[in-house]
């Protein structure tokens, strides 16, 4: 899986830039994030702050619901 720009923490900073970007039509949020400076996170290091993984999982049908019932359960 790649980074989920949507599920992030940004500096309060980067809100006007990313405003400004808006105002202009430019809606792609990876090449937003481009131009950002960025430290990525990845799920081990997610775990070892107290994070948790499942988070991040996708859900758009019922068997991807179970699917992720099944690892919680684990």
């Known amino acids: 899986t790649g980074p989920e720009p949507l599920h992030a923490v940004y500096h309060r900073k980067a809100k006007d830039f990313l405003e400004r970007r808006l105002l202009l039509g430019r809606y792609k949020v990876m090449e937003a994030l481009q131009a950002l400076s960025l430290r990525i996170v ?33």
């Open 42 to 74: 990845d799920l081990d290091e997610l775990r070892s702050m107290g994070g948790d993984p499942t988070a991040f999982y996708n859900i758009n049908q019922k068997n991807d619901l179970d699917k992720l019932e099944n690892v919680k359960r684990k």
